[in-house]
């Protein structure tokens, strides 16, 4: 397989072309962005940290029956993923209220609740990706009501699965953002982009620390670290 042209460049990763026409590159950058991209700073080792945790994550779920587009690992921060066409959503799951729903819902941050929420975005950053609902997704011609019923589905199902395995590695699963894109051979929906601490807010399940992005955005201590404790205790479950 031979890497070819740069398809696109985001402040946090880059995508290659390759020889074959359904695959291509990601490579994660050490950079990191934040609030709309106001916010921004490169840790040395971020970019490969978060290339094995997502390559964990994704491969758990590919093995679990949820149809992802990792392939395998190439490099240090670069995986092979199928192509796939972008579905410009995130779907946001949320097991307790944190970030920016507890300032929306007027409840302080790790508020507790029996159900799981779901939240959908449109992803676009002009817009500072705007929360939407099924309507407005299905009027602006992004996916059709029966994509977004399988997109809720699945998101749940992944949180079913990472939950738990999170939890094994003393970790506390608060939230996650999941993207999609519909598969360029059968046009299925399958998960893409990347599942890290960078979109998931992850708390130590005994002392609550931050383990995720917020420890960046909140100017706290120590990224890298505790993205490289992710990682090691996730390594330490899957090899169990
Ligand atoms: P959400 O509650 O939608 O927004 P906020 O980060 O403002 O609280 O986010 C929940 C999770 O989704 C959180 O772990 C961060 C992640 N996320 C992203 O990875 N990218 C994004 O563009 C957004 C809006 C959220």
Known sequence: MEKREIIFEGNEKQVFATDDQDQVIFRYKDVTVAYNNVKRARFKGKGALDNQISAILLSYLNEHGVETHYIETLGEQEQLCRKIEIIPLQVVVHNRIAGSLAYRLGVPEGFRHENVIVDLRYNND????????????????????????????????????????????????????????????????????????????????????RMDKDRFRLDLSRVVENYRNVLERLQKVIKS
């Open 126 to 209: 002009e817009l500072e990706d705007p929360f939407i609902n099924r309507d407005h997704a299905v009027a602006l011609g992004l996916a059709t009501y029966q994509e977004l019923d399988r997109m809720y589905d699945i998101a749940r199902r992944v949180n079913e699965l990472l939950k738990p395995l999170f939890l094994q590695a003393g970790i506390e699963l608060i939230d996650m953002k999941l993207e999609f894109g519909r598969a360029s051979d059968s046009g299925a929906i399958i998960i893409s982009d990347e599942i890290s601490p960078d979109t998931c807010r992850l708390w130590d399940l005994e002392t609550g620390e």
